[in-house]
DNA sequence: GTCTATAAACAGATAGAC
DNA sequence: GTCTATCTGTTTATAGAC
């Protein structure tokens, strides 16, 4: 009868050692689509690439394109909540946000080069599967809500009206900061990192103005 | 000895007939291409939808990768160019330039369904493919220098100074748009028809205050 | 739970008929 | 110049060994 891992608490259960594969080929899966897309990865090279062979990978998932919605559901979006609530609670008060989202925008175009490939074959995945459409959507929204968030903390904190609904304001900061990360991809020299903070201080410099 | 076509001049040429094969052979591409992606459309698939063989489409084309290149090359941005074209000339002096490039880029996000998802397809396939990457980016810098060429016709007819290049601002809307028109093809609701032109009104008020 | 081997379907590309 | 038939390699997915 051998109970729980008293002695050796290193070695993982059955269960934690699935979990771990589980995480490691997701990992691995989104390496591989980030760089040859959902149709041009195959379950072989993303199950190598993990250190695991296709069948540890169809006993995890029950086919390529689950693996990819599962991959999609994990981290459609994380990255940007993920920076919105690091800016949230890190900076209340003390620096420009503005700056410090540009800044860090600027950082995720350059260094996670997997980020930008990667969202745009879960957008094209979205747009080309009705339905799937309204759970990216949701994702979407949920990362629109975080920077949303900021936005009227930020603003609170100015004592400024920005005269909109900050849902609004949202969506175009979204768009505007998504679009300068995928033209950096394409042409540095064109993006430099100072931008996006400059085109959030214009917009935000329009918002109050027409308050 | 066969002459020119005198009297039936309906009749094509072999070179015209050819021409046309590769014509109707682009555009089965391009829609394929923007619903299933580079990796997911066949080749036969792309034949078959314009009314060819396979081996008309390899007798025009060298293989996939070329005839996807020749499309992208075709039309990275041509619509955008276009736009701005139109909007140049059209609107000289009468409308508010700003509310008809809003209006119509609504209209793009609607209306013509795959161009999106191919400026999608087309823009992966440049950041994965380093030796095409030049290429795209050139083709992208002459859709923002016809949006250049737009705002700078606009601002010296409105007597305004934007306080920096054109260039940069020209950057900034472009990121701007193709933004919203993604995330119009994600959530409509999130997007009404009028942001956009209203998002281009902030920047612009924003960048006048700045100068 | 993961691996090796394999089945079955499919893709890109070519050759020869017309 | 285009079509039909086919060759070849690769893909997804499964079955059975360990």
Redesign the pocket.
């Known amino acids: 009868m051998s109970g729980p891992d008293t002695i050796r608490p290193k070695r993982l259960s059955?269960?934690e050692?699935?979990l771990r594969?589980r995480e490691l080929l997701l990992e691995s899966a989104a390496r591989t689509f980030a760089r040859k897309g959902f149709g041009g990865?195959?379950?072989?090279e993303i199950a190598e690439s993990a250190g695991?062979?296709?069948?540890?990978l169809?006993?995890?998932f029950a086919?390529?394109?689950q693996l990819f919605l599962e991959l999609m559901s994990a981290r459609a979006t994380s990255r940007v909540t993920e920076a919105s609530e690091i800016l949230e609670e890190g900076n209340l008060g003390e620096t420009d946000p503005l700056a410090a989202l540009g800044r860090m925008l600027a950082d995720v175009a350059d260094l996670d080069i997997d980020f930008a490939p990667l969202q745009a074959e879960f957008w094209l995945y979205a747009v080309r599967n009705p339905h799937v459409l309204d759970t990216v959507a949701a994702r979407m929204r949920e990362s629109r809500e975080a920077l949303q968030r900021l936005i009227d903390a930020t603003s609170r904190r100015a004592g400024t009206d920005l005269g909109v609904p900050s849902e609004t304001v949202a969506t175009v900061v979204f768009a505007l900061l998504q679009g300068l990360v995928r033209q950096r991809r394409l042409d540095p020299g064109s993006v430099p990192p100072e931008l996006f903070s400059q085109a959030l201080r214009w917009l935000f410099t329009g918002l109050e103005e027409s308050a």
């Open positions: 059955r269960a050692a699935k594969t990865a195959s379950v072989e695991f062979s296709v069948g540890a169809y006993s995890n086919n390529k394109e």
